[in-house]
């Protein structure tokens, strides 16, 4: 058991849908076990600026259904120094802080381990609707953003079929590729392009709708990774090979607003609240994973080291033969 007294909370890098119930559940827990919380605005940045408010039971009572993070967040480039760290560590510690939640993707876990050398211990919840912390096999925003991009690619599919083109979708991810290969599974897509499995070569995708052309379908569906490619560039590129009107949609931001789903409030609800039991069970620099859908934590350090770039290989053929 530990001694801690008072925590701090914070969302850090790409807001994502979940993060608020994360943030519900760790006030919640926290006051259970008798531990007061300070709310950090616009992550890491509000660390060290100590721009704060106590959180009570009332400040979170009716977030779990709002999109974005009411702590607000930020890529901080200045946590990347260690002068504004050590700034940020001070802060904590002069007003008392034992502990910090912090809860972000990629960015968020490289910050927490460079910060584990000033001396504050931080639990970290994967909260990215990218996917892209391989030791869980969740992170919190990603069932919300890959619904929100199934429904626009559905709507688009509509419009596409009814004029006879291809359509070009780019969806969010610049270095993971997941929400491109659930949106693109679920919306029967034709070609799906990944960061993860791109090799640069497009005649793979233009042969695919020149075959199926000559099969008589009329409309073809591409769902692109960003940062995989430049979007108007391959719907040009379509048009010029195929002969096809191809038309281009890039999805942006709704990708990462609106209400989370269900499964995001759940699991939001279930890694803030195991993130308050594992400091109260005395654990250091920790991070909240799941696995077979059973909460485990690992090792900050040991969470890096896992990073790696891989998709799951079964889904991912998966996509390949059912987009024959
Ligand atoms: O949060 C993840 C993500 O949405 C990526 O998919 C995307 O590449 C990036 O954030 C966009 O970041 P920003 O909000 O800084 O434009």
Same mark, same amino acid.
Request: proline share 2%; glycine share 10%; net charge negative.
């Given at each position: 058991?530990?001694?801690?007294?008072?925590?701090?909370?914070? /969302?850090?890098?790409?807001?994502?849908?979940?993060?608020?119930?994360?943030?519900? +559940?760790?006030?919640?827990?926290?006051?259970? %076990?008798?531990?007061?919380?300070?709310?950090? %605005?616009?992550?890491?940045?509000? &660390?060290?600026?100590?721009?704060?408010?106590?959180?009570?039971?009332?400040?979170?009572?009716? =977030? @779990?259904?709002?999109?974005?993070? %009411?702590?607000? /967040?930020?890529?901080?480039?200045?946590?990347?120094?260690?002068?504004?760290?050590?700034?940020?560590?001070?802060?904590?510690?002069? #007003?008392?802080?034992?502990?910090?939640?912090?809860?972000?993707?990629?960015?968020?876990?490289?910050?927490?381990? *460079?910060?584990?050398?000033?001396?504050?211990?931080?639990?970290?919840?994967?909260? /990215?609707?990218?996917?892209?912390?391989?030791?869980?096999?969740?992170?919190?925003?990603?069932?919300? !953003?890959? #619904?929100?991009?199934?429904?626009?690619?559905?709507?688009?599919?509509?419009?596409?079929?009814?004029?006879?083109?291809?359509?070009?979708?780019?969806?969010?991810?610049?270095?993971? $590729?997941? =929400? +491109? &290969?659930? *949106?693109?599974?679920? /919306?029967?897509?034709?070609?799906?392009?990944?960061?993860?499995?791109?090799? $640069?070569? %497009?005649?793979?995708?233009?042969? !695919?709708?020149?075959?199926?052309?000559?099969?008589?379908? #009329?409309?073809? &569906?591409?769902?692109? *990774?960003?940062?995989?490619?430049?979007?108007?560039?391959? +719907?040009?590129?379509?048009?010029?090979?195929? $002969?096809?009107?191809?038309?281009?949609?890039?999805?942006?931001?709704?990708?990462?607003?609106?209400?989370?789903?269900?499964?995001?409030?759940?699991?939001?609800?279930?890694?803030?609240?195991?993130?308050?039991? &594992?400091?109260?069970?005395?654990?250091? @620099?920790?991070?909240? +994973?799941?696995?077979?859908?059973?909460?485990?934590?690992?090792?900050?350090?040991?969470?890096?080291? =896992?990073? @790696?770039?891989?998709?799951?290989?079964?889904?991912?053929?998966?996509?390949?033969?059912?987009?024959?």
């Amino acid at each position: 058991m530990s001694n801690i007294k008072k925590i701090a909370v914070l /969302t850090s890098g790409g807001d994502a849908p979940g993060m608020n119930s994360a943030v519900r +559940a760790v006030v919640f827990s926290a006051f259970q %076990f008798g531990i007061e919380v300070v709310g950090v %605005f616009r992550g890491y940045e509000g &660390l060290i600026d100590w721009e704060v408010k106590n959180l009570d039971l009332e400040d979170v009572r009716n =977030i @779990n259904n709002r999109g974005g993070t %009411f702590l607000y /967040t930020s890529r901080s480039e200045r946590f990347l120094q260690p002068e504004y760290r050590k700034q940020a560590a001070d802060n904590l510690r002069k #007003n008392g802080v034992d502990a910090l939640v912090a809860i972000g993707g990629d960015g968020t876990l490289r910050g927490a381990i *460079a910060f584990q050398s000033e001396g504050i211990n931080t639990i970290l919840i994967p909260g /990215t609707i990218d996917r892209d912390v391989s030791c869980t096999e969740y992170t919190l925003g990603f069932d919300t !953003a890959a #619904n929100t991009a199934m429904e626009a690619i559905d709507r688009i599919r509509d419009s596409s079929v009814s004029h006879g083109r291809c359509s070009v979708v780019e969806v969010m991810g610049r270095k993971r $590729g997941y =929400i +491109a &290969l659930w *949106a693109g599974m679920a /919306t029967s897509a034709d070609a799906i392009v990944l960061p993860e499995k791109w090799d $640069g070569n %497009f005649d793979s995708i233009t042969d !695919a709708i020149k075959r199926r052309h000559a099969d008589g379908r #009329n409309s073809y &569906l591409v769902v692109v *990774a960003e940062g995989v490619t430049d979007a108007p560039e391959l +719907a040009e590129l379509i048009r010029k090979k195929t $002969g096809i009107e191809s038309r281009v949609s890039v999805l942006g931001y709704i990708q990462r607003g609106g209400q989370p789903t269900a499964k995001d409030r759940m699991y939001g609800s279930l890694m803030g609240a195991f993130a308050v039991e &594992l400091l109260q069970m005395g654990k250091q @620099n920790r991070i909240v +994973a799941i696995k077979n859908d059973i909460l485990i934590d690992y090792d900050l350090e040991e969470a890096l080291d =896992i990073q @790696n770039n891989m998709l799951d290989s079964f889904q991912y053929e998966l996509s390949l033969r059912l987009s024959e």
